[in-house]
């Protein structure tokens, strides 16, 4: 690991450990917060999705017109285009959408590409970038995403009948689409000699663009789960649901509830475990501060017992009057009380020991011998 990584690395570490790791405790208690909220929403779908039948698409017209509110329903069918079906005049294909190479037909078109760099750590052993695959480079990513609609719609798997299908509303869902991979080609990039000049600075230089292609094609049997409602046409219209986490699958009902419930499963151990390790950084952070500022208490109360005691020697110093032959030699204003380590010397007041003492050179301003420490004598 180069050492600007290694600093950056320790720097973070710090940050991460601050407070006797409070902020890591904060950081693990958020991930547990948001796991058990990813939990319940998961639960709940499980829930709700195990009480639901599969609808037939037929029978989407008669749901929506008994029900005043959005049910929730899950509904099989084959992806088709909605054009074919509101005008069946027109050639078979017009209104899909075709992949680059015009291999494939589809309603939705996603297209991603992914410029790849690769970072040498250069002759004069410089590098930016902190994941370090192999030691000797590292492999960084740009990505290019872009999405083509057609609007479609859900029919009969067994067979279309007109009049029998269901809108499906893309608009605000935010969840994955059940896409198929048609296209994958890695497109290597000529080297110049200005990424020549880059690998020498440890400069990350791009080697090849990665391009992919995913669709869904019409006659595809998918599962829609979501919340019917009533389009401009009158017809049944099914859009995502925020409180469920999917909305369009490649699995069947059975499929599904087996895999929610595996992931419901995984996201209760996984809060468990992040709650307990938060709890536990966070109460040993809140021991370690606690204790701190116990001490800390302690010792400005020790300070200001000090401070004081030496205010109320000094003010009744100055009060009393102090016989010449007792009188400090530093300053002749206060009694002697401090005796110097190891010659014995009485000559000092408390205050000007301590000055004394601090010096890099300590020693006694009678007989110049080194102090190796004072001691406070008192009247009896």
């Given at each position: 690991?180069?050492?600007?990584?290694?600093?950056?690395?320790?720097?973070?570490?710090?940050?991460?450990?601050?407070?006797?790791?409070?902020?890591?405790?904060?950081?693990?208690?958020?991930?547990?917060?948001?796991?058990?909220?990813?939990?319940?929403?998961?639960?709940?779908?499980?829930?709700?999705?195990?009480?639901?039948?599969?609808?037939?698409?037929?029978?989407?017209?008669?749901?929506?017109?008994?029900?005043?509110?959005?049910?929730?329903?899950?509904?099989?069918?084959?992806?088709?285009?909605?054009?074919?079906?509101?005008?069946?005049?027109?050639?078979?294909?017009?209104d899909l959408?075709?992949?680059?190479?015009?291999?494939?037909?589809?309603?939705?078109?996603?297209?991603?590409?992914?410029?790849?760099?690769?970072?040498?750590?250069?002759?004069?052993?410089?590098?930016?970038?902190?994941?370090?695959?192999?030691?000797?480079?590292?492999?960084?990513?740009?990505?290019?995403?872009?999405?083509?609609?057609?609007?479609?719609?859900?029919?009969?798997?067994?067979?279309?009948?007109?009049?029998?299908?269901?809108?499906?509303?893309?608009?605000?869902?935010?969840?994955?689409?059940?896409?198929?991979?048609?296209?994958?080609?890695?497109?290597?990039?000529?080297?110049?000699?200005?990424?020549?000049?880059?690998?020498?600075?440890?400069?990350?230089?791009?080697?090849?663009?990665?391009?992919?292609?995913k669709v869904?094609?019409?006659?595809?049997?998918?599962?829609?789960?979501?919340?019917?409602?009533?389009?401009?046409?009158?017809?049944?219209?099914?859009?995502?649901?925020?409180?469920?986490?999917?909305?369009?699958?490649?699995?069947?009902?059975?499929?599904?509830?087996?895999?929610?419930?595996?992931?419901?499963?995984?996201?209760?151990?996984?809060?468990?475990?992040?709650?307990?390790?938060?709890?536990?950084?966070?109460?040993?952070?809140?021991?370690?501060?606690?204790?701190?500022?116990?001490?800390?208490?302690?010792?400005?109360?020790?300070?200001?017992?000090?401070e004081r005691?030496?205010?109320?020697?000094?003010?009744?110093?100055?009060?009393?009057?102090?016989?010449?032959?007792?009188?400090?030699?530093?300053?002749?204003?206060?009694?002697?009380?401090?005796?110097?380590?190891?010659?014995?010397?009485?000559?000092?007041?408390?205050?000007?020991?301590?000055?004394?003492?601090?010096?890099?050179?300590?020693?006694?301003?009678?007989?110049?011998?080194?102090?190796?420490?004072?001691?406070?004598?008192?009247?009896?």
């Amino acid at each position: 690991m180069e050492s600007n990584e290694e600093e950056l690395c320790a720097a973070l570490t710090r940050v991460a450990l601050a407070g006797d790791g409070v902020v890591l405790g904060l950081g693990m208690a958020v991930l547990a917060i948001r796991t058990w909220l990813r939990f319940y929403l998961h639960s709940r779908a499980l829930y709700q999705l195990e009480d639901t039948r599969v609808s037939r698409i037929a029978d989407l017209r008669d749901l929506i017109s008994k029900q005043e509110s959005k049910p929730l329903v899950i509904v099989r069918g084959k992806v088709n285009s909605k054009l074919l079906i509101d005008s069946q005049w027109r050639r078979k294909g017009d209104d899909l959408l075709t992949t680059h190479n015009g291999a494939n037909k589809a309603v939705i078109v996603q297209r991603t590409q992914t410029c790849l760099y690769n970072e040498w750590r250069g002759l004069l052993g410089w590098s930016s970038d902190l994941r370090g695959l192999l030691g000797w480079g590292s492999l960084k990513e740009q990505v290019t995403v872009s999405i083509q609609k057609v609007p479609f719609v859900l029919v009969e798997s067994q067979g279309f009948h007109r009049g029998a299908f269901v809108h499906v509303d893309l608009d605000e869902s935010k969840h994955t689409l059940p896409l198929t991979t048609v296209y994958h080609q890695l497109h290597p990039v000529q080297a110049s000699p200005y990424t020549f000049l880059q690998a020498i600075f440890g400069r990350g230089y791009p080697v090849g663009l990665l391009d992919e292609e995913k669709v869904l094609s019409p006659g595809k049997d998918i599962t829609a789960v979501g919340l019917l409602d009533r389009a401009v046409d009158s017809q049944p219209v099914i859009k995502s649901s925020k409180q469920l986490p999917l909305f369009l699958t490649e699995l069947t009902k059975e499929q599904l509830m087996v895999n929610l419930a595996m992931h419901t499963r995984v996201l209760l151990w996984t809060g468990i475990l992040f709650s307990t390790c938060a709890v536990g950084v966070l109460g040993y952070a809140f021991f370690r501060n606690w204790r701190r500022y116990k001490e800390w208490k302690l010792e400005r109360e020790r300070r200001r017992e000090q401070e004081r005691r030496l205010s109320v020697e000094r003010s009744e110093e100055e009060v009393t009057d102090v016989p010449d032959g007792e009188l400090c030699v530093i300053c002749l204003l206060r009694r002697r009380r401090t005796a110097f380590l190891h010659c014995g010397h009485l000559v000092c007041c408390v205050h000007c020991a301590q000055r004394v003492e601090q010096e890099s050179h300590a020693r006694c301003p009678v007989c110049r011998q080194d102090v190796n420490g004072i001691v406070r004598i008192y009247d009896s």
